[in-house]
């Protein structure tokens, strides 16, 4: 089983912007879609952006425009690119993946943006 371990979290200013990493134990194309969802506290975690095998993005509608999300098979790393940060953005962040046996978690980084 592939593990995925997020990173890159952190405090930042309404406007700023954060590069999250997700690192894969292995291969990335053992994945037929990886993506970025978020939990905000007390509410329900909703999908972010996802992005396919073959390099199909997907976002939400808050999401767009604002965020990107991109990979590295070279260096197993999914990154989702943060820009014009609001506080409404502030949440954990997890990285997911689905393959032949199903969905796999990352642990979560945190992400708050402050006025």
């Known amino acids: 089983q592939v593990q995925l371990v997020e990173s890159g979290g952190g405090l930042v200013q309404t406007g700023g912007s954060l590069r999250l990493s997700c690192a894969a134990s292995g291969r990335i194309f053992s994945f037929y879609v990886m993506g970025w969802f978020r939990q905000a506290q007390g509410k329900q975690r909703e999908l972010v952006a996802t992005?396919?095998?073959?390099?199909?993005?997907n976002y939400a509608d808050s999401a767009k425009g604002r965020f990107t999300i991109s990979r590295d098979y070279a260096k197993n790393m999914v990154y989702l690119h943060m820009n014009s940060l609001k506080p409404e953005d502030t949440a954990v962040y997890y990285c997911?993946?689905?393959?032949?046996?199903?969905?796999?978690w990352g642990q979560g980084t945190r992400v708050t943006v402050s006025s």
């Open positions: 992005i396919t095998s073959g390099g199909s993005t």
């Open positions: 997911n993946g689905v393959g032949e046996k199903g969905g796999t």
